[in-house]
């Protein structure tokens, strides 16, 4: 897409008309953890510049990641050389943040301007180590970084990158457009995808304020050619209404899978997933069975039993198991498997919404985490933590490529899990195909350590 900001633009009063702007659905929720991601210096204030006052001002923490310095702004200057500019843009931002939220971090990236692609490992990385030193959880934790059809290079390149590291954390990104509101119209917004932050007027001073901060893109440089200001009055305009919108960055977010997708798939195939036939399965079922690390595993409970094929394993190390699946049919068929199995109790549920009484020794997740979205991921875990007894254990397993229907995939939930506070890795085995790991509390030793041998 080819447009200059030196352009008229759509004037501000038709994106005011249009009730799809005064409707858009309020972001309902506001995060623990914010993560601001800038291609250029100004996109964060700009785009994001209320979220990132309200955020900070109710306690929340700030990060912000400039990916480029915002040096090419000017090429036709005589006045101020790229070295200059990156040198002003900069302490633009650091003002600028110290307006919306004092305490934010703010980390410059240096990436050359125009080459956010080339260098897009970076912003991944940088993203990356924001997200993992967070304590918030995935559903607490928002991402927010210039839409991804913004018409700008940079501003598409950098919405990849984060989409590349924020969905595998199960973590939410935002799009925050700019150029959108000078070359768009409102028919070119994915209304659907719309969420609306209503900004207070402190709110909306803190903004005004920040955005005159940025002297270098709202005002012209001098009087020479080549110095006018990137932000001119008419697409400032779009950036002081009493609104910001953000839209969804991944509209392919599904929520967890009911029993009616479970029922439909049983009834369709007698071996789900090749349960009994492929070597792939039988061979999986003995890798989780040897990472776990007791002969008796105690009361066991199974989430997701399926047919019973791993439910007939543990019961076998067993005290108790409980084993619960969401479809009538995988019960009816794991129940059959297991009929002389006293201690073995199958039942349909559809956890975390139902969930069966008493503690257990033993816990597993094996191949059903992906099924869930992350508030239901979340939900989850917390019932397990509180269901677990003092030297309990969670064994997860999951097939770590993506499946369209699923909400989730395995390395998400696997990063989801390894987060869980009072939880520590016992046992690790990563392949390609799948990833298996074993938790447990501070107290729970290792098999070399239990029998005296560590």
């Known amino acids: 897409m080819t447009f200059s ?4 633009g759509t004037a501000e009063e038709r994106w005011l008309a249009d009730t799809r702007l005064i409707s858009a659905p309020p972001l309902e929720s506001l995060p ?3 993560v601001v991601v800038a291609a250029h210096p100004d996109d964060e204030t700009l785009g994001a510049g209320g979220l990132i006052s ?3 001002g109710q306690g929340g923490r700030v990060s912000v990641i400039v990916a480029t310095d915002g040096e ?7 006045t101020h050389s790229p070295d200059s500019l990156r040198a002003k843009r900069r302490l633009e931002v650091i003002e600028a943040l110290s307006l919306l939220a004092p305490g934010a971090r703010v980390q410059f990236l240096s990436i050359p301007d125009g080459e956010v692609g080339t260098h897009a490992s970076v912003v991944e990385d940088a993203v990356a180590a924001a997200l993992d030193a967070t304590d918030a959880a995935p559903a607490q934790t928002l991402v927010v970084a210039p839409w991804s059809g913004d018409g700008h290079r940079d501003h598409r390149e950098a919405a990849g990158a984060v989409r590349n590291v924020a969905s595998v954390r199960g973590v939410r990104q935002l799009g925050y457009p700019i150029w959108m509101w000078h070359w768009g119209t409102p028919e070119d917004v994915p209304w659907s995808l719309a969420l609306a932050v209503q900004l207070t007027e402190d709110e ?4 005004g304020a ?3 901060a940025h002297t270098s893109q709202v005002k012209a440089l001098s009087n020479e050619p080549g110095d006018e200001a990137i932000v001119p009055p008419r697409f400032h305009a779009h950036f002081t209404r009493d609104r910001e919108v953000f839209l969804a960055e991944d509209p392919g977010d599904r929520a967890t899978l009911r029993s009616g997708f479970f029922e439909d798939f ?3 195939h007698d071996d789900p997933w090749g349960f009994e036939a492929r070597w792939y399965e039988e061979r999986k079922r003995a890798v989780l069975l040897a990472a776990l690390p007791a002969p008796n595993l105690g009361s066991v409970l199974e989430i997701g039993c399926a047919t019973g094929l791993l439910t007939a394993s543990l019961a076998a190390r067993s005290d108790r198991v409980i084993a619960v699946d969401a479809s009538a049919r995988a019960v009816d068929r794991a129940s059959r498997r297991l009929a002389g199995a006293d ?3 199958i039942s349909r549920a559809h956890v975390p919404t139902e969930w069966p009484e008493g503690e257990f020794d033993t816990v597993v997740l094996s191949e059903v985490g992906y099924y869930f979205d992350a508030a239901d991921l979340d939900t989850l875990i917390r019932r397990i933590d509180a269901a677990l007894t003092a030297d309990g254990i969670v064994v997860a397993c999951h097939w770590r490529h993506p499946v369209a229907e699923y909400p989730s995939t395995g390395d998400r939930v696997h990063h989801t899990l390894r987060r869980v506070p009072g939880w520590r890795r016992i046992v690790l085995h990563e392949e390609d195909d799948f990833v298996l790991e074993v938790f447990g509390g501070a107290d729970v030793e290792s098999v070399a350590a239990r029998e005296g041998l560590a």
């Not at 090419?72 to 005589?78: D, E, L, Q, T």
């Not at 909306?204 to 903004?207: F, H, S, V």
Request: charged share 35%; no cysteine.
């Open 266 to 268: 049983y009834a369709r």
């Open 343 to 345: 201690h073995v109790t």
């Open 210 to 212: 920040a955005l005159r």
């Open 5 to 8: 900001h030196l352009d008229d």
């Open 204 to 207: 909306l001073t803190r903004k």
């Open 54 to 56: 309200r955020v900070a």
């Open 32 to 34: 623990d953890e914010l």
């Open 72 to 78: 090419g702004s000017h090429p036709g200057s005589r």
